[in-house]
């Protein structure tokens, strides 16, 4: 019998996105609005530093996480009480006619769980990954439990929105 339940519930994680996000790997969805080509991907929390040589994700400037990163004994400005990092949220951010990155934009991301309707606003930090200005993105860690989100971000007076399914 567990078997016939476990099917119905791989597929609808197939379906939605959800099996990379079980796995510990990054989903990722793309739409263009106004002048933009947004590129949103969601994976495990990484490593954020100011320095380029520490590895992981070298922040620029911003907003530090809300909830502590674990991995690797960092801990980012958390205090006793606070929730493990489980996701790291990038927005990537191109202009749509010529495929430029768009640094120095002013970017708001929130998260509202479709089943309890609660918000996640995500503390935008601008970063850099390892391939340098070409992985230049904005987002953070965050702590984000399973379930439907409808992702909204402005970038300066551009909107959009996208879904996610996050075990």
Avoid: W
């Amino acid at each position: 019998m567990r078997r016939f339940l476990v099917l119905p519930f791989l597929v609808a994680l197939l379906l939605t996105g959800g099996i990379a996000a079980a796995m510990g790997n990054t989903i990722q969805k793309t739409t263009t609005a106004g002048p933009y080509k947004l590129v949103l991907k969601i994976g495990p929390p990484e490593k954020m530093s100011m320095k380029k040589s520490s590895g992981g994700e070298m922040m620029l400037g911003g907003k530090k996480a809300t909830c502590a990163y674990n991995g690797g004994g960092m801990n980012m400005g958390g205090s006793k009480g606070m929730k493990t990092c489980n996701h790291h949220l990038e927005l990537h951010v191109y202009n749509k006619s010529n495929g430029a990155v768009v640094q120095h934009a002013t970017v708001a991301i929130s998260m509202v769980d479709s089943k309890n309707h609660k918000t996640v606003v995500v503390p935008v930090m601008t970063m850099m990954g390892s391939k340098g200005m070409m992985d230049y993105h904005y987002g953070n860690n965050i702590y984000a439990g399973p379930g439907s989100y409808r992702v909204t971000v402005r970038v300066n007076k551009t909107m959009a929105t996208f879904s996610v399914s996050l075990m």
